[in-house]
Structures are given as C-alpha cells and as structure tokens.
C-alpha cells in the first residue's frame, strides 16, 4: 500500500506545485471527514484558479467553503441554509476575511445578473438539485465569457455509490446518519459520460476530468 500510494502521489503532486506560488498544504490524514483528500484536492483546484482580480462564486458553500483560503479575491458564498451561512460568517471573522458576501439562496435561482463571475465552484451539489439543467444555465448565465467552473459530484461507477443509489432510501439515509454526516436527499447519481454530456448541452466545455476511488488514490 505503502508502494502505490508514493506512486499516486508523483503523477499529481509535481503538476499542482509548478504552478502553484501559493504554497498550498494538501492534507492526507484520515481525520473527521469522509474524504479529506478528495476534499482538499478540490480546494487545491480552485485555489489554483484564481487570480487576484477574479470574482468567485461557491454554489453550495457549506460551513467548510475553499473560499475560506482565497484572502486575496473578493468572493460570494451561497447556500440554501441560513444557518450554515452564519457558521461560516463566524469562520470568516476569527480569519479577519472581509471580501466574503452571503447569500441564502437556490442553486437553480441564482439572484445574479449576467457575466458577473470569473470562477464558480461546486462541491458535491449537483446530485441534491431538482433540476440540473436549470442549475446548470443559471450557472453558465451568471459566469463572464471564458470562465471556469471547478464541480464535484459523486460518481455512479464508485462501487459504494452504486450501492447507495440501488439499496432503498431508509437504509442509505440510515447508513450515512451513523456516518456523522448531514444528510441532503439525493436525486441522482451520475457518471463521467452523463456529466460531460450535460455540461456540454448547458453551454459548458470540459477540459480536465476526475474519478477518484477510495482515498487516497485518483
């Protein structure tokens, strides 16, 4: 084990840090969270993203948003719970962050103009929405010409994932609540070739694809 996982990390790790002037911290450590490296490897992505005149938008924030490592970019969180807006304002005050505006609002009803953001990130959010395509032109509508888009979503090809979108919804909501994990009703699972074909119909162009397995291997 000890043998793959030096050899997963030179296929990535010499790609994050020639561009990366930044110093950013990856962490491996199998600590509270179910997948710290997933996680902070889509932190990495979106740190690397920006530049210092960019405008952000985090669809989905959650109290643990990347823009809590973004000092230098002026950013918005959004998220359809109050109360994960306010735990994420009392982090943003101990950091003294100041470039950070809130919203409570809905994935698929952005309350944006057009052309506004330069980067828009999306963690785990697309299975939770009603309406994906809406989600998505909301999204693709409220981003400038020439904008990135960093977005997870769990993959229906993930054995685990797979299980949990077959086995009845008692049973997985039962199973991730053990877990310690907020629970947010899943409507669908999808897979490297429905997510490119979606993105594609909503105006979007994928340039880099993903599918990590069991931490903390890509």
């Known amino acids: 084990m000890r043998l793959q996982w030096k050899r997963a990390r030179k296929i990535w790790w010499p790609e ?8 950013l911290k990856l962490h491996f450590s199998f600590g509270r969270h179910r997948y710290p490296f997933y996680y ?16 952000i938008l985090d669809v989905g924030c959650g ?3 990347p823009i809590l490592r973004l000092h230098f970019a002026f950013s918005v969180a959004l998220d359809i719970q109050r109360l994960t807006l306010k735990k994420l304002s009392l982090r943003c005050g101990k950091l003294d962050l100041k470039r950070i505006s809130f919203v409570v609002a809905s994935a698929s009803n952005l309350p944006f103009r057009e052309n ?4 828009v990130a999306m963690r785990d959010v697309l299975e939770h929405v009603d309406d994906i395509d ?3 032109q909301e ?9 990135k888009i960093i977005m997870t979503t769990s993959n229906l090809f993930n ?45 979007l162009m994928v340039k880099r694809l993903l599918m990590f397995s069991i931490p903390p291997f890509i």
């Open 16 to 23: 994050l840090h020639a561009s990366n002037a930044r110093n």
């Open 116 to 119: 506004v953001f330069d980067v």
């Open 139 to 147: 999204i693709a509508y409220s981003m400038k010409k020439g904008g």
């Open 63 to 65: 109290a643990n948003s």
């Open 134 to 136: 809406g989600t998505l």
């Open 159 to 203: 054995p685990i994932m797979l299980c949990d979108n077959v086995s009845p919804k008692v049973i997985s909501q039962a199973i991730i609540k053990k877990m310690g994990v907020s629970y947010y009703e899943r409507k669908k699972r999808l897979n490297p070739f429905s997510v490119v074909q979606i993105l594609a119909k909503n105006c």
């Open 40 to 55: 902070h490897f889509f932190e990495s992505q979106v740190i690397l993203a920006v530049g210092e005149k960019d405008f």
